[in-house]
Nanobody, 119 residues
Framework: QVRLVQSGGGVVQAGGSLRLSCAAS????????MTWYRQTPGQAPGKQRE???????????TYADAVKGRFTISRHYPQNTVTLQMNSLKVEDTADYYC?????????WGQGTQVTVSP
C-alpha cells in the first residue's frame, strides 16, 4: 500500500523559512518522480492545484517561476523522503501544500500541510 505522509509546515512571518517533508512507503522510491503542489484556501472549486516543485527519479528539479531561487526540493535516501525547503517566504506562499507521486499508473497524494505566512 502506497503512503505519502507529510510533516512540517506551520505559521511564519514573511521573510522566514519552513521545511516540508514527505515520507514515501509502499513503492520503489528511487524509481518515482516526486512533486509538491499547493492550493490556496478558498480557491474556486475545481481549480487545479499549482505545481510548486518537482524532482525526477534521476534528481532533476523543476520549479514554478514564483518560487525559483527561494524553494529547494530534495530527495533523501535511505529515508525515502522528499523535502521542500522554503526560504524568503511571502504572504502569497500561504496555501495547503501536498506531495504527490505516481506509482503503477496511479496518483498518490499526501494528506496536506498548511503553510501560513503572515505580513
Amino acid at each position: 500500500q502506497v503512503r505519502l505522509v507529510q510533516s512540517g509546515g506551520g505559521v511564519v512571518q514573511a521573510g522566514g523559512s519552513l521545511r516540508l517533508s514527505c515520507a514515501a512507503s509502499g513503492l520503489v522510491f528511487y524509481m518515482v518522480n516526486m512533486t509538491w503542489y499547493r492550493q490556496t484556501p478558498g480557491q474556486a472549486p475545481g481549480k487545479q492545484r499549482e505545481l510548486v516543485a518537482a524532482i525526477s527519479s534521476g534528481g532533476t528539479t523543476t520549479y514554478a517561476d514564483a518560487v525559483k531561487g527561494r524553494f529547494t526540493i530534495s530527495r533523501h535516501y535511505p529515508q525515502n523522503t522528499v523535502t521542500l525547503q522554503m526560504n524568503s517566504l511571502k504572504v502569497e506562499d500561504t496555501a495547503d501544500y501536498y506531495c504527490q507521486t505516481k506509482w503503477k499508473q496511479k496518483d498518490f497524494w499526501g494528506q496536506g500541510t498548511q503553510v501560513t505566512v503572515s505580513p
